[in-house]
């Protein structure tokens, strides 16, 4: 048996180990996921995901008799496991495959476990602990010779490029942009101005749940002038950083950036301040979203408690279908292109670094689309009949 377990440093920083049968920290899986945390950077949640993946490979591994070090050559039969075993909780259940039967994990979900599974695994081979050869059971290797010339290095020296061998077929979905009509719906549903400007930095500002949890007050720069503060930047803005925090919330963007916000989030955040100054005074964190309406009271909201929000004002609103926080901010990138921006726009407001990375969130709106068929000018016909 094997199960996960949160290790808290001394620095505060906190990371997801693997335990085995006797509770001893799995060392090689621990070093693969302390390393994560703290060398790559990835947040708490992720370890804890990838910790639950290597606990399942591990207790495969070991329920079948394989080394988990070689046991990369039977990665077709973990994910048969994975698809009709189920979890270890309590009691040990038996799925019988067969017609009408359910897996007890989708397809998505295993894809989930198999990455980070790889991840575990090859650094592993890095690390000595596992064979070579065992990259050649994860990945199909190749090289980038059969490549056209633009796709190739631009040094000259040859790549090599890998490919997952196992991985399951899912089935593409779409994150819809949440309408105009909904939000509007959305806030007028909200209860409380804190409430009222959650929704507005997801999508007025773009900003994850985890972005907007973890604004300290001191990112908070809502003057026309802001350099009393010791900042040059012009106008009203937020400083969006990466940063360890005690909730938790963590920004998926490594890169630290400047979001300029309109009269709308200035709004919102002054009456926010006068209803944070009713409930805390001058108490409470240095978190701009705090707990006003239940303890702890001054506490800074969760990443969590952004996503309950938007499915509980979904509800109060009445909408049709849950406004989850990627759709708002789907909406926010999809309306700055409704209103002539440009993709680099774009792309620097959503603190994105890749230039293709802005268009999976950009849902046009459709009658800027048939604005778009009719602005093209219609082929007029010659004398003779020709196009012309």
Not at 50 to 62: D, K, Q
């Amino acid at each position: 048996m094997y199960d996960t377990f949160l290790i808290r440093m001394p620095s505060g920083t906190q990371y997801w180990t693997v335990l085995d049968a006797e509770l001893a920290v799995v060392p090689e899986a621990d070093r693969f996921l302390r390393e994560m945390r703290l060398a790559r950077g990835r947040a708490e949640t992720t370890t804890k995901a990838y910790a639950g993946a290597v606990a399942l490979f591990l207790r495969w591994s070991g329920g079948t008799g394989r080394d988990w070090r070689t046991a990369a050559r039977d990665m077709g039969m973990f994910v048969l496991w994975l698809r009709w075993t189920p979890g270890q909780n309590g009691r040990r259940q038996v799925v019988v495959p067969g017609p009408g039967a359910e897996p007890v994990r989708g397809d998505s979900r295993i894809n989930k476990v198999l990455t980070a599974v790889r991840m575990f695994l090859s650094h592993a081979v890095v690390n000595k602990a596992a064979p070579a050869w065992v990259l050649e059971q994860l990945y199909e290797l190749a090289d980038d010779r059969d490549l056209p010339a633009e796709a190739r290095s631009e040094s000259g020296t040859m790549r090599y490029r890998m490919r997952a061998r196992h991985r399951m077929r899912e089935p593409e979905t779409n994150v819809d942009r949440a309408r105009d009509e909904e939000v509007v719906a959305m806030l007028g549903a909200c209860r409380s101005a804190r409430d009222r400007l959650t929704v507005l930095l997801l999508s007025r500002v773009g900003l994850r749940p985890g972005q907007a949890a973890g604004l300290h007050r001191c990112d908070v720069h809502l003057l026309m002038d802001s350099r009393a503060l010791g900042c040059e930047v012009e106008g009203p803005h937020l400083h969006v950083i990466r940063r360890q925090n005690v909730n938790g919330a963590w920004s998926k963007s490594r890169r630290a950036w400047v979001m300029p916000v309109d009269f709308l989030v200035v709004q919102a955040a002054d009456q926010y301040a006068l209803e944070r100054h009713e409930v805390l005074g001058e108490g409470g964190s240095d978190f701009w979203l705090v707990n006003l309406f239940r303890p702890p009271y001054g506490a800074p909201v969760t990443t969590d408690a952004v996503g309950e929000l938007c499915e509980a004002l979904s509800r109060r609103a009445g909408l049709e279908r849950r406004v989850d926080p990627r759709m708002c901010r789907h909406a926010m990138a999809s309306n700055v292109v409704d209103a002539g921006g440009t993709m680099d726009e774009v792309q620097a407001l959503l603190g994105q670094k890749h230039p293709s990375s802005p268009r999976p969130y950009l849902h046009p709106n459709p009658v800027r689309l048939r604005d778009a068929v009719e602005r093209v000018p219609s082929p007029r016909l010659d004398t003779e009949g020709t196009d012309r």
